[in-house]
């Protein structure tokens, strides 16, 4: 049984960062998610330092203004260790504004995923705090596919609760239910969080110091870089 995290890094607006990533984890091993989280909390709160930075984000662990570089090598190798799919959408923005619209392509990234290894939908799907509304639960449903050579074609829309219970009632489980979460409440993001966060340091300064050790890992990543004109 599956479990499915999405995070973002990086600024929507126009004005900001020159790069925003939307990133999809896809595991079904949510208690290593959870062991190694515990493991970093452990490791910071033995500093000053660390306790401070928790207390400033609720006690979640978090990629932006991580403070020892070392341990965040130590985190990002035993992340590259679990078992499981990351989809990583990278926007270069060129001074344009993402749309909600725009990250709600990582949906896609998500059906493809549960097509293309014939899997069923993962038993929670959590998005972090407004990532796509301010509405607690969104749903979506896949309308369509078909395979274009080795790629899948996808049309997905945002529906209504009503709608997606008549959907399950008619047997389609093409249609999935994300809830919105805050990261402190949630290891599966914060894990999602830091993927999410290195692979947007690349992007935006050009250093794969800590991307790197994702690459060619157990963990399975798959980057797609959009770029605007």
Known sequence: MEFAY????????????????LCLMVTSKNKELSQ????CRERLLQSKKGQKWLNTTNGAVKYHNFPDKSLLRQLVSKISKLEGSVY?????KNRREI???????IVNKLFQ???????EVPVSIIADTGYFNTDKINF?????????????????????????????ANGNSKCIKINHENTAGSKGLQVTDVIAGV?????????ASFSSLLKGSILKLYCHTLRRK
């Open 99 to 105: 749309s909600q619209e725009a990250k709600a392509l």
């Open 36 to 39: 190694v989280i515990k493991w």
């Open 199 to 207: 692979i947007f340091h690349e992007a935006e300064h050009g250093d």
């Open 140 to 168: 979506f449903l896949l309308c369509e596919y078909e395979a274009m050579k080795d790629e899948l074609s996808l049309t997905v829309e945002k529906i209504n609760e009503s709608e997606y219970e008549a959907h399950l």
């Open 88 to 92: 990583c959408i990278i926007f270069e």
């Open 6 to 21: 999405l995070d973002e890094s990086g600024d929507p607006g126009a004005e900001g960062t020159m790069n925003m990533v």
């Open 113 to 119: 995923h549960i097509i293309s290894s014939e899997g």
